[in-house]
């Protein structure tokens, strides 16, 4: 069990330390003791764990996806509009 417990906290202290290096512009990074804290509020159960992650890459995955979508559908929309303004100048 001890084994397992360590399994989990190195996987959990890497997705932390990849979030707070995501995060190093922003105000607040995450400190080793405050890692090593949270390690200990961590479920036991290991369905839990695996859904706590799913629920995490999801939704830092679907805030990626959206943020490109949005960047990609702005950028079309500006270049229609720009081009269906200059033909319409060239036009009149």
């Given amino acids: 069990?001890?084994?397992?417990?360590?399994?989990?906290?190195?996987?959990l202290l890497f997705l932390l330390?990849?979030?707070s290096h995501h995060n190093q512009n922003s105000e607040y990074v995450r400190s080793?003791?405050?890692v090593n804290s949270r390690l200990d509020q961590f479920p036991e159960n290991m369905t839990t764990l695996y859904f706590m992650y799913f629920i995490?890459?999801?939704?830092?995955?679907?805030?990626h996806v959206l943020y490109l979508i949005s960047c990609t559908?702005?950028?079309i929309s500006c270049t229609l509009i720009y081009?269906?303004?200059?033909?319409?100048f060239h036009v009149l």
């Fill in 1 to 11: 069990m001890i084994t397992l417990n360590r399994k989990k906290g190195g996987l």
């Fill in 17 to 19: 330390k990849v979030n």
């Fill in 73 to 75: 559908l702005i950028f």
């Fill in 83 to 88: 081009f269906m303004y200059f033909n319409l």
């Fill in 56 to 63: 995490y890459f999801m939704y830092f995955n679907l805030f």
């Fill in 32 to 34: 080793d003791s405050e």
